[in-house]
């Protein structure tokens, strides 16, 4: 799923659900999905970076080339991504998922 970073969280819980996709869950959250990339956001015992597959992201310099999970350094609501970057979308992976299921949770 390929989300602009401005996004809210919430319109890509929901759309996960009618995709239907579990790992993308976590963002029932308030915030958007740049704040959820930037702090590695997290609800229903999954964060961001458990989906996260690759963002854009420009610089004053350049985009910040960045397509692996480790290259972030995520922790508990924390990446180590530079501060001068900005998140302009983000691509996640879905583990297949039951609608009611994902519904429920």
């Known amino acids: 799923m390929r989300v602009g970073a401005a996004l809210p969280d ?5 759309a996960a659900q009618e995709w239907p996709r579990q790992s993308c ?13 930037r702090m ?13 597959c ?3 992201a420009p610089t004053a310099r350049a985009i910040f080339p960045s397509s692996m999970n480790a290259d972030m350094h995520y922790s508990y609501r924390h990446c180590g991504a ?3 970057i900005i ?3 983000a691509l996640f992976a879905g583990e297949p998922g039951d ?3 994902i519904a429920r949770r």
Not at 27 to 35: A, F, K, Q, V, W
Not at 40 to 52: P, S
């Open 25 to 37: 869950i976590f963002t029932r959250l308030p915030g958007c999905i740049g704040g959820a990339l």
């Open 10 to 14: 919430v319109k890509v819980a929901r």
């Open 82 to 84: 530079p501060e001068d």
């Open 99 to 101: 609608k009611a299921k």
């Open 87 to 89: 998140f302009t979308q």
């Open 54 to 56: 690759k963002h854009a």
């Open 40 to 52: 590695n956001g997290g609800a229903y015992g999954q964060r961001t970076k458990d989906a996260w």
